[in-house]
């Protein structure tokens, strides 16, 4: 695996200097638009709506769009913006894990250590599994601030974006106000059919039959010569940079030291307010 980002996980004034890769890849066999007489590729063009010229992606700005009215952002404009000069995850709080909704999980990367010491990493880990807890944190990746879940999975952190609340919809289904009367006897012929295809999860045991069956497609036509040769091209992600662990103990002293402070001064306000 290569590396898309490299920064720093913190948490009050401790840092851990992690780097990022993503856990998941797509096997679908990729498949490109051809023409059907002698395959040759079939490119998209950047064409100008105005002044119907073709445009290089170097000329070519973003805008946002309202009603008659269009409002370019310029690449300037864009690096401009604070969040995406930043390279930390920063910790918002740890939440009891059972609270985060699996509706608002989103893309999962791992995190490794990225330091000479990775006791650092180890302390979050195990902090993680012994309380029970996840990490929300808020971080900025391709040019965009993003919410996430830091969880542990095996001796690994694992980082999982989360959408955020304004994205995921509200279910609002007529039907399901409806009173419905559920026998009991009804209830435990479906609990007994449950039972039936009770088993524990093995992910391994499931394949992607339509992929496989096109795969195999792909190689009798290779065989029987039909191919074309055709040639690509692939551009990797590059890499930023992190930090390092200055004290360990003494950053998590001062981390402690510091909440209580905050909390006692937001007391004394509130009994003084």
């Known amino acids: 695996m290569r590396s898309i980002w490299k920064g720093a996980l913190t948490f009050g004034l401790v840092n851990v200097p992690v780097k990022v890769y993503s856990a998941i890849e797509d096997h679908d066999v990729p498949l ?5 007489e002698d395959g040759g ?6 064409v100008c709506e105005v002044c119907g010229q073709t445009i290089a992606y170097a000329n070519i700005d973003r805008a946002y769009v309202d009603d008659d009215q269009t409002i370019v952002l310029t690449k300037d404009d864009l690096a401009a913006l604070p969040a995406e000069k930043s390279r930390e ?8 894990s059972e609270q985060v909704d699996l509706l608002t999980l989103d893309k999962a990367y791992y995190l490794e250590p990225d330091s000479k010491s990775p006791k650092a990493y180890v302390l979050l880990r195990k902090t993680l599994e012994q309380t029970d807890r996840t990490a929300i944190v808020r971080f900025t990746l391709r040019q965009k601030t993003r919410l996430a879940a830091l969880r542990v999975r095996g001796d690994v952190l694992v980082l999982q974006t989360l959408l955020w609340a304004d994205e995921v919809r509200e279910a609002s289904f007529p039907a399901l106000d409806e009173d419905v009367t559920i026998s009991k006897k009804e209830l435990e012929l479906s609990s007994s059919l449950v039972d ?3 088993s524990d999860f093995d992910p391994e045991s499931f394949v992607d039959e339509y992929q496989k069956e096109l795969r195999t ?3 009798a036509k290779i065989e029987a010569g039909e191919g074309f040769e055709v ?4 551009a990797d992600e590059g890499e930023g940079t992190g930090g390092e662990v200055i004290d360990l103990m003494e950053a998590l002293r001062a981390s402690v030291e510091r909440t209580k402070s905050e909390r006692k001064d937001a007391s004394r306000k509130k009994d003084a307010g």
């Open 231 to 234: 040639s690509e091209t692939f």
């Open 41 to 46: 590729r079939i490119r998209y063009q950047r």
């Open 32 to 36: 490109h638009q051809v023409h059907d």
């Open 196 to 198: 039936s295809y009770s």
């Open 217 to 219: 497609l792909i190689d």
């Open 89 to 96: 995850i920063d910790v918002v709080e740890f939440v009891p």
